[in-house]
């Protein structure tokens, strides 16, 4: 069997239970319940500041009715940011690379966005797929530049999160092989693809956050058109 | 390329659904923030001054 720089993406399976689901399944006992203390731990205080911090930012300039995707958005971002910082620990299964489940939350939460505007304001949803201040010749054009805009919109979302994370990944596997072939040969350069790997891990630690967020962030900014 | 692998697609799918829809959202719902503290009013409240009963 020839191993590709892939096979980390594969679905680990150990003694025929998959381990995905446990890696999907798991994350989350480090998320304690509200208790009925009045003063909660440290782990839930911090928590509940993330939360509640990240929802006002969040919903900022989104208008009242949309603040009921509050619960949505936010446990969303928990979600994401959790499965991408704990698939950086070394033998962890990222689900965030997994094509499916990245496609199988942006194509629903963006549908649901444009059903909504579709639904309760019809004409301003449509009334978004011209700009203002277009020359008249270039109307046709424009409207469908705009729709083929707004259907990449959810394939961009769900595959900018799993490219992201897949090419992280991978860069860290590449340089991380370099450096333990080159510790025999040439010791001085492996110091060099040591280095490189510390950086690059410190960047894939801010870039499963930022991705997150950026998810996140770009569901909430179709919900402020279409609400 | 291994995300394009059809056998798991479905199941990461529905499974990442499930979890997010059971354990994420009723654990992020059940998060309660404490009001900010109101501004002190000029006026004392109002008390009745009661005896401490001793036994």
Do not use: C, D
Request: proline share 9%.
């Amino acid at each position: 069997m020839t191993l590709s720089l892939f096979n980390q993406f594969l679905s680990p399976s150990l003694m025929w239970t998959p381990l995905a689901a446990i890696a999907l399944a798991l994350p989350w006992a480090l998320f304690p319940r509200q208790t009925a203390r009045w003063v909660n731990n440290r782990l839930l205080s911090l928590q509940s500041w993330f939360l509640g911090q990240f929802t006002q930012q969040i919903f900022l300039p989104i208008n009242n009715p949309g603040h009921k995707w509050a619960l949505l958005l936010a446990s969303l971002m928990l979600f994401l940011i959790t499965l991408n910082t704990t698939g950086l620990l070394p033998y962890t299964f990222t689900p965030t690379t997994q094509l499916s489940m990245n496609m199988g939350f942006a194509i629903p939460l963006w549908l649901a966005t444009v059903i909504l505007g579709l639904w309760t304001q019809p004409t301003q949803a449509l009334g978004h797929l011209l700009p203002e201040g277009t020359p008249t010749p270039l109307i046709p054009v424009l409207i469908i530049i705009e729709t083929i805009s707004l259907f990449i919109r959810p394939i961009a979302l769900g595959v900018r999160l799993t490219a992201n994370l897949t090419a992280g990944h991978l860069l860290i596997q590449l340089i991380s092989s370099a450096t333990s072939v080159l510790l025999s040969i040439l010791p001085a350069v492996a110091t060099f693809t040591i280095t490189l790997l510390f950086l690059l891990t410190l960047l894939e630690v801010a870039v499963a956050m930022i991705q997150a967020y950026v998810f996140v962030l770009l569901l909430s900014l179709y919900l402020q058109e279409n609400v | 390329m291994p995300q394009l692998i059809p056998s798991p697609w479905l199941a990461y799918l529905l499974f990442s659904w499930v979890v997010f829809s059971v354990v994420v959202l009723p654990k992020v719902s059940t998060h309660v923030f404490p009001e900010a503290p109101a501004p002190q009013t000029k006026q004392a409240p109002q008390t009745e001054p009661w005896n401490w009963l001793w036994h």
